[in-house]
Nanobody
Framework: QVQLVESGGGLVQAGGSLRLSCTAS????????IGWFRQAPGKEREGIAC????????YVTDSVKGRFTISRDNAKNTAYLQMNSLKPEDTAVYYC????????????????WGQGIQVTVSS
């Protein structure tokens, strides 16, 4: 059974940092392109980061550029989202996603989704 499980969320003050983890089970993560999405209350879901399985190329959306970094450790079957200089507007439920044989340049992965994890940034 394919499963993605996020961890590392919580409450942090503005300017602080969190690292989200996304651990895969039921499949080998290095065959998959990984994405991170978020959804804030009353807002549409937003794709924020993507890392390709083919060449490891990474992309982040403009709203988090310079603050968030996506990475992966295939040996641990885990992907990460390092979030620095957090702002109250980063408050959202964060989801990791995975899709096989996909380039981030075409679109971001949507086949498999984690259950989501809450990140709350206080001002």
């Amino acid at each position: 059974q394919v499963q993605l499980v996020e961890s590392g969320g919580g409450l942090v003050q503005a300017g602080g940092s969190l690292r989200l983890s996304c651990t895969a089970s039921g499949f080998t993560l290095d065959d998959y392109t990984i994405g991170w999405f978020r959804q804030a209350p009353g807002k549409e879901r937003e794709g924020i980061a993507c890392i390709s399985n083919s060449d490891g190329s990474r992309y982040v959306t403009d709203s988090v550029k310079g603050r968030f970094t996506i990475s992966r450790d295939n040996a641990k079957n885990t992907a990460y989202l390092q979030m620095n200089s957090l702002k109250p507007e980063d408050t959202a439920v964060y989801y990791c996603t995975a899709e096989a044989e996909l380039s981030c340049l075409i679109r971001w992965p949507v086949d498999y989704w984690g259950q989501g994890i809450q990140v709350t940034v206080s001002s």
